[in-house]
């Protein structure tokens, strides 16, 4: 019997203050071809995310070939993308794209450590949709959800990725309660109508309703 096709990971859920946190990454596996996650603060792997928000800055940082950096806020801080010739598709969207504009990103976490140790967070997309203010809505009350959910799950016995987080960083899983609890009292006070250009510095259904995550690699 021939074994299925391989397929994506799910795309977490994640709000940017929590996701910007996620300096720690592991793999599961010795081969060299291993997904590569990130553990996220409130006891959870991801190798692939899913966030709504705010495109307030692009540029193009290449030297000898395009690479766009895009700047994109929610309501508890700032997603940084970066996508060049490997990601054309989500290059020429950053290209076409004229800010302040809501997007949906799916993509995979990346970190570099700077000249003073400082580990950053980044995203690499697969994908940039330009959206609605209902849909950057909904992934908020959404992504406010499944973070109180993993955060109500971070004692639990048998929590794996929960014991890895607080090994690896000192951080406590409430404040992610709190901002998640602060992105809906936003919601709540009608700041989701307007373009959030002055804002601070997931896991399922992509704004078109397909599923960005368990499709099959390409």
Do not use: C, H
């Amino acid at each position: 019997m021939s074994q299925s096709a391989p397929t994506r990971e799910v795309a977490r859920r994640v709000f940017a203050s929590e996701f910007n946190d996620a300096g720690f990454t592991f793999t599961e596996s010795d081969d060299e071809r291993a997904p590569v996650y990130a553990l996220l603060p409130t006891g959870e792997s991801s190798n692939r995310v899913f966030f709504v928000g705010t495109l307030t800055e692009k540029e193009d940082v290449g030297e000898d070939a395009e690479y766009w950096r895009g700047r994109i806020v929610d309501p508890t801080g700032t997603f940084f993308v970066y996508a060049g010739q490997y990601q054309p598709e989500a290059a020429s969207k950053l290209r076409d794209l004229e800010p302040p504009a809501y997007v949906a990103v799916v993509g995979k976490p990346r970190t570099y450590e700077t000249d003073d140790g400082t580990v950053r967070v980044s995203v690499r997309p697969e994908s940039i949709t330009e959206v609605d203010a209902d849909t950057r809505d909904r992934w908020v009350a959404e992504t406010a959800k499944r973070t109180i959910e993993r955060v109500a799950a971070f004692d639990d016995e048998g929590n794996e990725y929960a014991r890895m987080a607080r090994e690896e960083y000192d951080l406590d899983p409430e404040t992610y309660k709190a901002a998640a609890l602060s992105a809906l009292e936003d919601l709540d006070e009608g700041d989701g109508d307007e373009l959030a250009g002055d804002a601070p510095a997931g896991d399922d259904a992509a704004p078109d309703g397909s599923d960005p995550a368990g499709r099959p690699e390409p």
